[in-house]
T-cell receptor, first 113, second 113 residues
Framework: GAGVSQSPSNKVTEKGKDVELRCDPISGHTALYWYRQRLGQGLEFLIY????????KSGLPSDRFSAERTGESVSTLTIQRTQQEDSAVYLC???????????FGPGTRLTVL | RKEVEQDPGPFNVPEGATVAFNCTYSNSASQSFFWYRQDCRKEPKLLMSVYSSGNEDGRFTAQLNRASQYISLLIRDSKLSDSATYLC??????????????FGKGTHLIIQP
């Protein structure tokens, strides 16, 4: 079956612009996560959605970052007024709730000039 | 103390050798443990879960010591295709709800012919 997909695969933007990243989780997966991975660094948790519960936003680095998810489907991560330090790969993962494994999408490579 | 700590390496190992990685975690409330593998410029993928009794999957052996909060991964008869970054991952007790994963920064392994 189809895995987690993300778009765009690459995004180059100018400092100060807003960007929107999209994640399509595996159908039926209730849990969805966003992570950020800077070059040569580990994965940094950003936000977690589980069904209709309030999302866990504790990892969002600033109020420029926000994310939405409609039901148990698509999620969008929005970064406003991008800064150069926002340059990273943004990874989305989904999970069928309390299962152990998270399935990752291929990521969106964001470059802020 | 970092939540999940790993030696970043790189570990340069000749093909056919045995190599071991270690990882320590800080949160004693952590519930489940995993090793993920991440190839260069790719998304992480689950390699194996880690159980208290120790578990094997082919050439790979994982062990957990809850008292010392220590996880290990042993790779026997290493192959060129084992070259990757190995991420120690801990579930629960951190961000992202009960399913939240905390990733170490990874250990970089290079298998040399």
């Amino acid at each position: 079956g189809a895995g987690v997909s993300q778009s765009p695969s690459n995004k180059v933007t100018e400092k100060g612009k807003d960007v929107e990243l999209r994640c399509d989780p595996i159908s039926g997966h209730t849990a969805l996560y966003w992570y950020r991975q800077r070059l040569g660094q580990g994965l940094e948790f950003l936000i977690y959605f589980q069904g209709n519960s309030a999302p866990d936003k504790s990892g969002l680095p600033s109020d420029r970052f926000s994310a939405e998810r409609t039901g148990e489907s698509v999620s969008t991560l929005t970064i406003q007024r991008t800064q150069q330090e926002d340059s990273a790969v943004y990874l989305c993962a989904s999970s069928p709730g309390r299962a152990n494994e998270q399935f990752f999408g291929p990521g969106t490579r964001l470059t802020v000039l | 103390r970092k939540e999940v700590e790993q030696d970043p390496g790189p570990f340069n190992v000749p093909e056919g050798a045995t190599v071991a990685f270690n990882c320590t975690y800080s949160n004693s409330a952590s519930q489940s443990f995993f090793w993920y593998r991440q190839d260069c410029r790719k998304e992480p993928k689950l390699l194996m879960s880690v159980y208290s009794s120790g578990n094997e999957d082919g050439r790979f052996t994982a062990q957990l010591n809850r008292a010392s909060q220590y996880i290990s991964l042993l790779i026997r008869d290493s192959k060129l295709s084992d070259s990757a970054t190995y991420l120690c991952v801990v579930k629960g007790g951190g961000r992202g709800g009960a399913d939240g994963l905390t990733f170490g920064k990874g250990t970089h392994l290079i298998i040399q012919p």
